[in-house]
């Protein structure tokens, strides 16, 4: 679980919640990075409930949203997930490797 955000302009680490809706060293506006952050947790959860209710396509197009917002592993590991469950093991590979690193 993530605690921190680092600047993208300086990447001073701000502990989680921020208390500035900036940074405190270069004044850089987290606001819209904090929204792309919200957007990739709304479409996180979307996917993990589409997951749960079987809805598969909507999973994994809720899943790859979500990863094209902010490259976050659990939104991999549902995207994982759901092409282990519809056989799809090609994509599944694809999905295990590409939040190495995250
Ligand atoms: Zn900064």
């Known amino acids: 679980m993530e605690t921190t955000i680092a600047c993208p302009a300086c ?3 701000h502990p989680l ?5 900036a940074c405190t060293r270069c004044g850089l506006d987290f606001t819209s ?3 792309v952050r919200d957007a990739a947790a ?12 079987g809805a598969y396509e909507d999973a994994l197009a809720s899943a790859t949203e979500s990863w094209n917002l902010q ?10 997930l759901t ?3 519809q056989g ?3 994509s599944a ?9 995250t």
């Open 11 to 13: 990447r001073k680490k």
């Open 17 to 21: 919640p921020t208390q500035s809706p």
């Open 33 to 35: 990075l904090m929204e």
């Open 42 to 53: 709304r479409a996180r959860r979307h996917a993990l409930d589409h997951l749960r209710a």
């Open 71 to 80: 490259h976050h592993a659990a939104s991999a590991r549902i995207a994982y």
């Open 83 to 85: 092409c282990l469950v």
């Open 88 to 90: 799809d093991f090609d």
């Open 93 to 101: 590979a694809e999905w295990r490797n590409s939040h190495r690193g």
